[in-house]
């Protein structure tokens, strides 16, 4: 057995340092996923997976949203993830995933706007919905500006999914 500093190579006292690091890794990787499935539970996380508009209502921000796209022409053809999120299954877990941790960073912290504004990005993919649907439309409205195809179809029609 080698000596080091005050204690013999493979003793007890040695050996229950290194059992330890393992306990406390397994405690805190149990605590950090009891708190998060109770926090994905409490907040009914799997109701996000889905396709429901109900879903963007749980939040109590999303509510007056919510309202007015039930009244507005979009509520009875397209529902939020049809325009608020890219197509295709990854893309579009991919953004539901960002949204939702930073929704959920926002409302822990308590650090968000009074009213709701959208970031770069979901304009981006909200825009990229117009002209998905509304391809013919924007084609021959588009074809008038010059070749300038910089036209926002939300700049102008900011109000028509939510009245």
């Not at 997976?49 to 939040?59: E, H, K, Y």
Request: aromatic share 8%; proline share 4%; hydrophobic share 35%.
């Amino acid at each position: 057995m080698r000596y080091i500093a005050g204690e013999m190579e493979g003793s007890p006292r040695r050996r229950s340092r290194g059992a330890i690091t393992p306990v406390l890794l397994a405690i805190t990787l149990g605590a950090l996923l009891g708190v998060g499935l109770f926090t994905f539970g409490y907040a009914r996380g799997a109701s996000y997976l889905t396709d429901n508009p109900a879903a963007c209502a749980n939040c109590h921000v999303m509510r007056d949203q919510f309202t007015s796209w039930t009244k507005s022409s979009h509520g009875k053809v397209a529902v939020c993830n049809d325009c608020h999120t890219p197509p295709g299954l990854i893309p579009k877990y991919t953004t539901k995933a960002i949204n939702g941790f930073f929704h959920s960073l926002a409302f822990t912290t308590q650090h968000f706007p009074d009213e709701i504004q959208i970031t770069g990005r979901n304009f981006r993919v909200a825009e990229s919905s117009c002209l998905k649907c509304h391809a013919d439309i924007v084609q021959g409205i588009r074809s008038t500006r010059e070749h300038r195809q910089d036209v926002s179809c939300i700049q102008c029609h900011s109000r028509v999914g939510h009245m």
